[in-house]
Every structure is written in C-alpha cells, then in structure tokens.
C-alpha cells in the first residue's frame, strides 16, 4: 500500500504576476471572452506547449471540451480524440476526482478560479499527476466557460 498523498488545493489565479498580460489563445473582447465556437490558440500558447502546458476549455451547455495537443498527450489519448467529459472525469483517481468536482463547483457559483494537483490514470493505465489551474469565463456575468492550464508534474511527486 503506497502511502497517501496530500492534494494541494489553491483559489489562486492568475498563475502570473499580477500586472503581467498573458494571452492564454482564446479570443476576448475586454473583461468577458466572447468564443462562438473553438478558439485557435496563440502564440503565447504555444510558447506553453514549448513548456509542456497544455491548454483546455469546457463550454458549461453542452460539457464538450477542447483541448491542446499536449492535454491529450498527458491523457494518454490520440490527437484526434472525441472528448467526452464523462470519460475524462473516470480518469481522474478518486480523491482527486472528488477535488477536482467540488473546486469546479465553486468556481463556477462563486465566478473563481482554482488551481489543483490532481491524480490521474491514462487510457493505458499510467498514473500520472497533473497541475490543474481553472478560470471562468464569463458573459453578462453568468459563467458559460472554464479554461485554463495542465500540466504534467508527475516528476514532482517521485
């Protein structure tokens, strides 16, 4: 039996210095992002990948998700994966899973953001441990997104 590790749970965002501008890809229009459908992503984002920083949204009507190649690498999953957040949620290692729900919960109540070391099992069976960090994305002050981070930090944690 491998002993327990603590979940680290943070309501901080942005991940960058305050006053800094960082362009995470998605198109905004002033405070409220406004994304008719998939956004391409930036040259900021892709500045992340470099860093192994995958970016990620969940549009809150439908659940569907969009994803960066370097969250389907994490995931274990082939660049042309069909997404379903049912199935990616089964991936998460329970406690983690749990976390993870709640936090996004609040955040989308609260209009918050989060960011989570989370516990995850790819498709083919490989623990893995993930840096999740979370920000709504709201319009006429009504959450209708999350967006944000992930990244492997599984050599954290060897």
Do not use: N
């Not at 002993?3 to 006053?19: I, K, T, V």
């Not at 949204?57 to 999953?77: H, I, K, R």
């Amino acid at each position: 039996m491998t002993p327990a590790r603590p979940l680290q749970l943070d309501h901080s965002w942005p991940l960058f210095e305050r006053g800094q501008r960082f362009d995470l890809g998605f198109v905004g229009d002033g405070e409220e992002f406004l994304l008719p459908g998939p956004a391409p992503f930036s040259a900021d984002a892709r500045l992340l990948a470099d860093h192994g920083i995958g970016l990620w949204q969940c549009d809150l009507a439908d659940s569907s998700l969009t994803w960066s190649a370097e969250v389907f690498d994490l995931f274990g999953l082939p660049r042309d994966a069909v997404l379903s957040r049912p199935e990616i949620v089964a991936l998460y290692c329970e406690e983690s899973r749990a976390a993870m729900e709640r936090l996004r919960a609040y955040a989308i109540k609260h209009r918050r953001g989060f960011t989570l070391d989370a516990e995850i099992r790819t498709v083919g069976g490989e623990h893995r441990w993930m840096r999740l960090s979370a920000a709504p994305m709201c319009v006429g002050g009504r959450v209708v997104r999350l967006h944000g981070l992930k990244r492997d930090v599984t050599h954290e944690y060897r």
